[in-house]
C-alpha cells in the first residue's frame, strides 16, 4: 500500500505561487497514474491534475495554465506548481492515485488570501 506524505502550502497573496510536494513510500510508485487532489470547505474533493506513469499530463479546466504537475520517480514524489494563484483556490491540497485507491494523507493547506 502505497503511503502519502503532502508538503508545501501555506498562505500566499494572489498573484503568488506555491509549490507543492508529495513524496510516496512504495516500490511501484513509478507504475502509477498520479494526481492531487483539493478540497475547499463545504465542498467535495475534486481531481485538479493528474500525470500518468508515462508523464502525460491533464488539468481541470479551473487551474489550467496556471499549475504543473510533475513527478520524479527516482525521488518517488509528485510536485504540483502553482501560479496566478486566486482566493477559489483555497483548499486542502492532496496528492493520490488516479482513483484515490491510496490511503490519503494528512493533505496540506493553501491559502490564498490578501
Known amino acids: 500500500q502505497v503511503q502519502l506524505v503532502e508538503s508545501g502550502g501555506g498562505l500566499v497573496q494572489p498573484g503568488g505561487s506555491l509549490r507543492l510536494s508529495c513524496v510516496a513510500s512504495?516500490?511501484?510508485?513509478?507504475?502509477?497514474?498520479m494526481g492531487w487532489y483539493r478540497q475547499a470547505p463545504g465542498q467535495q474533493r475534486e481531481l485538479v491534475a493528474s500525470?500518468?506513469?508515462?508523464?502525460?499530463?491533464n488539468y481541470a479546466d479551473s487551474v489550467k495554465g496556471r499549475f504543473t504537475i510533475s513527478r520524479d520517480n527516482a525521488k518517488i514524489t509528485v510536485y504540483l506548481q502553482m501560479n496566478s494563484l486566486k482566493p477559489e483556490d483555497t483548499a486542502v491540497y492532496y496528492c493520490?492515485?488516479?482513483?484515490?485507491?491510496?490511503?490519503w494523507g494528512q493533505g496540506t493547506q493553501v491559502t490564498v488570501s490578501s
Open positions: 512504495g516500490t511501484i510508485f513509478r507504475r502509477l497514474d
Open positions: 500525470i500518468t506513469r508515462g508523464g502525460i499530463t
Open positions: 493520490n492515485t488516479v482513483g484515490g485507491s491510496a490511503n
